[in-house]
């Protein structure tokens, strides 16, 4: 031996014999772990941990082997839930051989469900550099991208594994997804498209595709794509509740509110069916039905201020004046710049005569908010309410130069000036060409002397009688201000409580009568 040698040098004879052993016993490590395979794919986790192990630990297998070994044991053990151990079996394939892919890009994903996304991420791009053409390592690293919100590097991955598998379903599938996490909800359809071409029965790309298409605002499409997924799979309490928001969007309530019915009858605590059911209900008239089902939410969610919003809403419509507010406070206690919610308290404390209260949170709602044209439309109308119409006036002027084309806008304006004592027939008069025929046409021909109180009736018509107590509601208000402007208290008053009668009280003109009769000192 050579002085200082480390290694025991073999006569060459014997060299070749150790050799040809080495190769004789590799296929039998190879069966060890076909036969871990086979006890894995049994179901037999024990008996599969036990073959990979015994490979791995094995002094005589080759170290490809070995490597081989330990990450199938680690699949095992992650199968087990034991994912420490199976991490800490990858760590020890990785140190067995740093430059194979494998280990790393399973390490990398039981980081990434360890939450551990960082380390994850560091896993998966040095399994990725080593293997730029593994598909399942760019798939891997997109998953993990999208988690920490990185989409559009993630996009990149998802746009290679592609290109190496154009027929990976799943991978279209999670590339939409990332697409509507973006809002590019139409690229979403077209991945959600190429998953269900390839795999026709993928319930879940059927489901996206259905949601994605409510939402570029194609419900007749959503509908069609969540019946498909229902008839494969009936009594989907997710996939009802989906179809029933587009039947909404079609306004077809019968439809969507069997479909709520049938999802509350799966899950009578389903959040979502509980607010569309009481915002069907609260539309159709059935104000009770709908309150008891925004309390039935309440009790799953009780700091929704949706819901919350919602059913003082309807406790304000009900003339539940103190409930409704209550409900609006929990509400502005949660979040207190919520600029609808502030609208609605305004307008339930305009109803109780405190306007000075109603236009603060006017004022807060749209400095919440100055985009919102509904808080400056109250703040100006309960300024009319109010008597105060040089407040009024700039407000609803505001309002008529954004949108010059709508008549309430322009007919609350003239009621401003003309109440407050100002010519507001010059400005109406010069609108009036953009109105066309229909309703309020004729209200605006009243003011303007071209029309009769009785020809406003007369338009206010329909068959439907909620929608005709509608616009009863808004004729006899309009009756009653130029009865006003006339002088005859008398034929005001009458109008005002004809308003009352039509119990339309969601309307700014019931608000407005009530409000009338009260400065008259009249009781409603």
């Given at each position: 031996?050579q002085?200082?040698?480390?290694m025991?040098m073999?006569?060459?004879p014997?060299?070749?014999?150790l050799?040809?052993?080495?190769?004789l016993?590799?296929?039998?490590?190879?069966?060890?772990?076909?036969?871990?395979?086979?006890?894995r794919?049994?179901?037999?986790?024990?008996?599969?941990a036990?073959?990979?192990?015994?490979?791995?630990?094995?002094?005589?297998?080759a170290?490809?082997?070995?490597?081989?070994?330990?990450?199938?044991?680690?699949?095992?053990?992650?199968?087990?839930?034991?994912?420490?151990d199976a991490?800490?079996t990858?760590?020890?394939?990785n140190?067995?051989?740093?430059?194979?892919?494998?280990?790393?890009?399973?390490?990398?994903m039981?980081?990434?469900a360890?939450?551990?996304?960082?380390?994850?991420?560091?896993?998966?791009?040095?399994?990725v550099k080593l293997?730029?053409?593994?598909?399942?390592?760019?798939?891997?690293?997109?998953?993990?991208l999208a988690?920490?919100?990185?989409?559009?590097?993630?996009?990149t991955?998802?746009?290679?594994?592609?290109?190496?598998?154009?027929?990976?379903?799943?991978?279209?599938?999670a590339?939409g997804?990332?697409?509507?996490?973006?809002g590019?909800f139409?690229?979403a359809?077209?991945?959600?498209?190429?998953?269900?071409?390839?795999?026709p029965d993928?319930i879940?790309?059927?489901?996206?595709?259905?949601?994605?298409?409510?939402?570029?605002g194609n419900?007749?499409?959503a509908?069609?794509?969540?019946?498909?997924?229902?008839?494969m799979?009936p009594?989907q309490?997710r996939t009802?509740?989906?179809?029933a928001?587009?039947?909404m969007?079609?306004?077809?309530d019968?439809?969507?509110?069997?479909?709520?019915?049938?999802?509350l009858?799966?899950?009578p605590?389903?959040?979502?069916?509980?607010?569309?059911?009481?915002?069907?209900?609260a539309?159709?008239?059935?104000?009770?039905?709908?309150?008891?089902?925004?309390?039935?939410?309440?009790?799953v969610?009780?700091?929704?201020?949706?819901?919350l919003?919602g059913?003082?809403?309807?406790?304000?419509?009900?003339?539940?004046?103190e409930?409704a507010?209550?409900?609006?406070?929990?509400?502005?206690?949660?979040?207190?710049k919520s600029p609808?919610?502030?609208?609605?308290?305004?307008?339930?404390?305009?109803?109780?005569?405190?306007?000075?209260?109603?236009?603060?949170?006017?004022?807060?709602?749209?400095?919440?908010?100055?985009?919102?044209?509904?808080?400056?439309?109250?703040r100006?109308?309960?300024?009319?309410?109010?008597?105060?119409?040089?407040k009024a006036?700039?407000?609803l002027?505001?309002i008529?130069?954004?949108a010059?084309?709508?008549?309430y806008?322009?007919?609350?304006?003239?009621?401003?000036?003309?109440?407050?004592?100002?010519?507001?027939?010059?400005a109406?008069?010069?609108a009036?060409p953009?109105?066309?025929?229909?309703?309020?046409?004729a209200?605006?021909?009243?003011?303007?002397?071209?029309?009769q109180?009785?020809?406003?009736?007369?338009?206010a018509?329909?068959?439907d009688?909620?929608?005709?107590?509608?616009?009863?509601c808004?004729?006899?208000?309009?009756?009653g201000?130029?009865?006003?402007?006339?002088g005859?208290?008398?034929?005001?008053?009458?109008?005002?409580?004809?308003?009352?009668?039509?119990?339309?009280?969601?309307?700014?003109?019931?608000?407005?009568a009530?409000?009338?009769?009260?400065?008259?000192g009249?009781?409603p």
């Amino acid at each position: 031996m050579q002085e200082g040698a480390d290694m025991l040098m073999w006569p060459a004879p014997l060299a070749a014999v150790l050799a040809l052993a080495l190769v004789l016993a590799a296929p039998a490590q190879g069966q060890s772990l076909d036969a871990a395979d086979a006890a894995r794919a049994k179901g037999d986790l024990a008996g599969a941990a036990a073959a990979f192990a015994a490979v791995a630990n094995s002094a005589s297998a080759a170290p490809a082997l070995r490597y081989e070994a330990l990450v199938g044991l680690a699949s095992v053990q992650a199968a087990q839930n034991k994912g420490a151990d199976a991490i800490a079996t990858l760590t020890a394939a990785n140190k067995l051989d740093a430059k194979r892919p494998e280990a790393l890009r399973e390490r990398g994903m039981l980081l990434a469900a360890a939450a551990k996304l960082d380390e994850a991420l560091e896993d998966l791009d040095a399994a990725v550099k080593l293997a730029p053409d593994d598909r399942d390592g760019h798939l891997a690293r997109a998953g993990v991208l999208a988690q920490r919100r990185m989409f559009e590097d993630a996009l990149t991955d998802y746009n290679i594994a592609l290109d190496l598998d154009p027929d990976d379903a799943a991978a279209y599938m999670a590339r939409g997804l990332v697409h509507v996490e973006l809002g590019r909800f139409r690229r979403a359809i077209d991945d959600f498209d190429d998953a269900v071409r390839l795999v026709p029965d993928m319930i879940e790309a059927l489901i996206q595709r259905a949601m994605s298409y409510a939402e570029i605002g194609n419900a007749t499409a959503a509908v069609r794509d969540f019946s498909t997924a229902l008839r494969m799979k009936p009594n989907q309490a997710r996939t009802l509740v989906g179809r029933a928001q587009a039947y909404m969007d079609l306004d077809q309530d019968d439809r969507a509110l069997a479909d709520f019915d049938a999802v509350l009858k799966l899950e009578p605590r389903n959040l979502d069916a509980l607010i569309g059911r009481a915002q069907i209900l609260a539309e159709a008239g059935q104000r009770e039905r709908a309150v008891a089902d925004y309390d039935a939410a309440l009790a799953v969610d009780p700091k929704n201020v949706a819901v919350l919003h919602g059913r003082g809403s309807l406790r304000a419509e009900l003339g539940q004046t103190e409930p409704a507010i209550r409900d609006f406070d929990a509400a502005l206690a949660i979040d207190p710049k919520s600029p609808e919610v502030l609208v609605s308290r305004g307008l339930a404390r305009a109803d109780r005569g405190e306007f000075p209260a109603a236009a603060a949170d006017f004022t807060a709602a749209f400095a919440a908010d100055p985009t919102s044209a509904s808080a400056v439309i109250a703040r100006g109308r309960s300024y009319v309410m109010a008597g105060d119409y040089a407040k009024a006036e700039p407000d609803l002027a505001l309002i008529v130069s954004a949108a010059p084309d709508d008549p309430y806008h322009a007919l609350w304006l003239y009621l401003a000036r003309a109440r407050g004592g100002k010519d507001g027939k010059a400005a109406l008069a010069s609108a009036a060409p953009k109105f066309g025929t229909d309703w309020p046409k004729a209200a605006v021909g009243m003011f303007l002397g071209q029309s009769q109180p009785a020809d406003v009736l007369k338009a206010a018509q329909d068959k439907d009688p909620k929608r005709q107590a509608e616009l009863q509601c808004e004729a006899q208000f309009f009756i009653g201000q130029q009865a006003l402007l006339a002088g005859n208290r008398a034929a005001a008053e009458q109008a005002f409580r004809a308003v009352l009668a039509t119990k339309a009280a969601r309307f700014d003109e019931f608000r407005g009568a009530r409000a009338e009769l009260a400065r008259m000192g009249a009781k409603p």
